[in-house]
C-alpha cells in the first residue's frame, strides 16, 4: 500500500486535514506548538485507491533551531513516503520553517502536493495562489474544518500516487541524460560510434551505476553521460515499410527520457521538414536542446552559406538553441558537445527567484505596457517560477494577454537572465 505522509510544521491543521481524509470527525486534537506526538497512521481509500495515510503530528518546537528540526522531522517521513502532502496556512503564508522542508522535499525529489489549508473563504483563495512561489507546483486551497476543496485535494493526492510499474529510481541524480536524435540517415549512430571510440575509460565499469540495458554509459571529453535508448541507434534495421512510424516513436520516446536532445542535422542537405518537426517535438516536450549539423566534411563555402540562409529562414523558433558544427566521419568538434550539453542543462535548470522576476516584471511593464484590449488594459499582478527543467512562469493577470505580449515577456527573460538552450514556458492565469 502506498504511504501518504501529511508534513508542515505545527499549527498549519494537519492533524485536522488527516482526520479529513480518512473521512472522520473525532480525536481532533488542536497543533499546539510544542506538544510532540507520536507518528501515527491511518487507512484511507479515495476513489476506489487505497493507501496510508502518516500523520507526523505537531513537531517539536523549542525557539532555537526550530527551522532545522522540522526538516529532519521532515525527513524521515518524508524518505518512508511514497507521495508527501506538504500543509501550508494561507493566511500566515510562507515562513522559513516552511521554506526548510521545500529544501527536504525537492532533494528528495518524491512527488508532493501542496495543500494550502484555512482557506474558508473565496478571499482567502488569492491568498493561496502565491504559494506557488514555493516551487511545488499548484497550491491546493483547502479548509481542513468545512471540508472546503478537499474533494479536489484527494483526487490530487490520489493522481500522485505510484503506478504499478515505477520510473526506475537510479535514474534520478546520476549521470546526465541525453538523446541523441534526428531523421535517418543524418549520422546519429556514427556519432555515437564516434564518442564510444574516443573514450579513455571503461565507463560501464563505473562502480554503483545500473544502466538500462537500451542505454549506454559515455565519456564526453572526461565526463560521462547517459544516452538514452541507444540500442533503438545500434540496431541497423532499415525497416521496409512503417519505418518512419517506427523512427518518430522511438525518437518520442528518446525524447521523454532525456533530459538534453543532441538533435542532428546534416549540413551537407537542405533543411527538412522532418528536421524542424524534431526540433519541435524537443522543444514541447520541454528538454534542452544543442542542434549538432554534420557532415560539415562535406560542406563547402557555398553550402555553408545557403545554410545560413535556412537557418535564418527556418529556424528563428529555435534561436535559443546553439549550435555545434561536426563530423562523425572525422571527429571534428565532437568533444564541443560536452561544453553545449552542460550549458543547456545550465539554462534548462535555471531559476529566478520570485523577488527578482517581479522587479522584472516591474521594469517591463512600466517600459512597454500592454496594448489596450477591448478598452481595457491587462495588467501582471505578479509572477513565480513555478518550476525549472524546463523554467516555467506562471503569470497572474487581469485579463488575458496578447500572444504577441507573451512573446515579448520570453524575449526579454531571455535577454535578463540567459536561458541558453531551453524552452521556456509561460503560463498566464487571469484573475477570475
Ligand atoms: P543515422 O541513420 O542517423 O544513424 O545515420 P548513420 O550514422 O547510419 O549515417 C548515415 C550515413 O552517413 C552513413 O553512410 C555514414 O557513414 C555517413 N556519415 C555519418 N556522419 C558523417 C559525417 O560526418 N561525414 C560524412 N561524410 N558522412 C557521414
Request: contains cysteine; aromatic residues 6%.
Amino acid at each position: 500500500r502506498p504511504v501518504v505522509a501529511i508534513v508542515g510544521r505545527p499549527n498549519v491543521g494537519k492533524s485536522t486535514l488527516v482526520n479529513r481524509i480518512i473521512g472522520r470527525r473525532e480525536a481532533v486534537v488542536q497543533d499546539i506548538p510544542g506538544v510532540t506526538r507520536d507518528r501515527i497512521s491511518y487507512d484511507a481509500s479515495w476513489n476506489g485507491r487505497d493507501f496510508v495515510v502518516v500523520d507526523t503530528g505537531g513537531w517539536a518546537s523549542d525557539a532555537k533551531g526550530m527551522a532545522a528540526r522540522i526538516a529532519e522531522q521532515a525527513e524521515l517521513a518524508i524518505n518512508a513516503a511514497d507521495v508527501v502532502v506538504l500543509v501550508v496556512d494561507a493566511t500566515v503564508g510562507t515562513l522559513d520553517e516552511d521554506e526548510a522542508v521545500v529544501e527536504v522535499l525537492r532533494r528528495s525529489k518524491k512527488p508532493t502536493v501542496l495543500a494550502a489549508n484555512k482557506v474558508d473563504d473565496q478571499k482567502t483563495e488569492l491568498e493561496a495562489a502565491t504559494m506557488w512561489n514555493l516551487g511545488l507546483g499548484q497550491p491546493w486551497p483547502v479548509s481542513a474544518i468545512h471540508g472546503r476543496g478537499s474533494g479536489d485535494l484527494l483526487d490530487a493526492i490520489v493522481e500522485a500516487l505510484p503506478e504499478r510499474s515505477a520510473v526506475p529510481e537510479e535514474e534520478a541524480g546520476g549521470p546526465r541524460r541525453v538523446a541523441i536524435v534526428g531523421k535517418p540517415n543524418v549520422g546519429k549512430s556514427s556519432l555515437l560510434n564516434r564518442l564510444v571510440g574516443a573514450q579513455r575509460a571503461v565507463v560501464s565499469d563505473i562502480s554503483g551505476t545500473t544502466v538500462d540495458p537500451v542505454d549506454e554509459l559515455v565519456e564526453v571529453a572526461g565526463e560521462v553521460f547517459r544516452f538514452v535508448d541507444t540500442a533503438g541507434l545500434r540496431k541497423r534495421v532499415k525497416e521496409a515499410s512503417g519505418h518512419e512510424y517506427y523512427a518518430s516513436l522511438r525518437t518520442a520516446s528518446a525524447i521523454e527520457r532525456a533530459e538534453v536532445c543532441v538533435a542532428v542535422i546534416d549540413a551537407s542537405e537542405e533543411i527538412s521538414e522532418q528536421d524542424l518537426r524534431i526540433l519541435s517535438m524537443v522543444e514541447e516536450a520541454g528538454r534542452a536542446l544543442v542542434v549538432a549539423f554534420n557532415k560539415w566534411d562535406l560542406t563547402d563555402e557555398e553550402r555553408r552559406r545557403y545554410l545560413d540562409r535556412e537557418i535564418e529562414r527556418d529556424m528563428v523558433q529555435f534561436g535559443w538553441a546553439d549550435h555545434v558544427n561536426i563530423s562523425a566521419l572525422t571527429g571534428r568538434n565532437v568533444v564541443k558537445l560536452r561544453t553545449a550539453i552542460n550549458e543547456a542543462i545550465a539554462g534548462w535548470e535555471t531559476r529566478v527567484s520570485t523577488g527578482k522576476l517581479n522587479a522584472f516584471l516591474g521594469r517591463l511593464v512600466a517600459a512597454h505596457p500592454h496594448p489596450l484590449r477591448g478598452g481595457k488594459q491587462p495588467r501582471i499582478l505578479f509572477g513565480t517560477q513555478a518550476q525549472s527543467g524546463p523554467p516555467t512562469f506562471i503569470l497572474f493577470t487581469t485579463g488575458d494577454l496578447d500572444a504577441g505580449y507573451v512573446r515579448y515577456v520570453e524575449r526579454r527573460l531571455r535577454e535578463d537572465f540567459g536561458f541558453r538552450g531551453t524552452p521556456i514556458h509561460i503560463e498566464v492565469r487571469p484573475r477570475a
